[in-house]
């Protein structure tokens, strides 16, 4: 990390702050570190984004609830806002790099890693326009029309988001203008960037102002496509088909559930709710497999869930249940099956862990 010698504990004093719900310690630890010399982006990239991605971390072990996640990333909006009207005032020197618009596909409510990459650019000399999260496609494209953008740079963190990204990225690039797509959601390497015909990708900030050093091109006439230009596999329609069942997906394997778990009709409406949610989450997973063809994405969030059900100490197994349930539901579509098959024999094959408590919950 570079600061100076002494500031190596900034990280884990921020999470102390922000676990703590200390705004104002937060804010002075991080102005401190400024007047110590520590220049901005490191603040912004190796200090308080590993003490966001804590937050989620914690969360998902069971060790603080969704409040305190929520809280802890209210905090860490607000640190940054204080640093970057720090840096304003006299003297300031205008951006010269060029302009972007930077923000979250429609649907998409993680907005802190757009921030971080905004406040780079920006430091970094680029005028940047962000919208923050869930930009509605339509607006977004009128925005582009009134701006005239060098690039957009769309954020997803969820995988699920991917088929409206994709919407967005080939509405953006009807207009002229290029997309540098980012966030967890495009993959580890931006395969699904790519996939759905991105301009470019980057891992994070730092890639994502290097991209823009080397420059976009603007898209040409060509650019304006179907969804099966890029997704031909799609013509098969059960990713439509798996959409548009969604509701009765879920009711049904709820009910089955109830046959194949008794115990089951004792839970409270919260129970039930939290039961539905999850079964909900699994299907819109499914779907988006099936958009982009990648049974990575529905075994990588099956194997999460079972991670967090476990943590609040409620059985792997009953995943596995809801997965053959829907595979009875599904049998008809061969590209679901496999995933549906793919998903029970990663759920499978996870250690048993003994959890407390009788009562199973998909």
Known sequence: MRHPTGAADLPDRLWQAVADGDEYTAVDILHKAAADGVDEETLLLEVIAPVQEKAGAEWAAGRITVAQEHAATAISERVVATLAHRRAGPGRHAPDRGRVTVGCVDGEWHAFPARLVAEVLRLRGWRVDYLGA????????????????????????????????????????????????????????????????ADGWAADARGAAAVLETGLARPGPAAIRQVADDLPHLADQEYTMVVQSRPLLVKQTLADLETRFPAMRGYDDAQREHTAQD??????????????????????????????????????????????LLAGQLREFPRTLGLLHAGSAVVAARPTRPVPGPHPKA
């Open 134 to 197: 869930r930009i509605p496609t339509p607006h977004l494209v009128a925005h582009l029309h009134g701006t005239d953008p060098d690039a957009v740079l769309l954020s997803a963190s969820v995988p699920t988001r991917l088929p409206t990204a994709h919407v967005a990225v080939t509405a953006c690039q009807a207009v002229g203008v290029p997309v540098l797509a980012g966030g967890r959601a495009f993959g580890a390497d931006g395969r699904h960037a790519r996939l759905l015909g």
């Open 279 to 324: 079964l909900a989450h699994i299907v819109d997973f499914l779907a988006t497999a099936l958009y982009v063809d990648d049974p990575g994405i529905f075994t990588a969030f099956l194997t999460w869930t079972a991670e967090i059900l476990e943590a609040r100490h409620v059985p792997a197994r009953s995943v596995a249940t809801g997965l053959d």
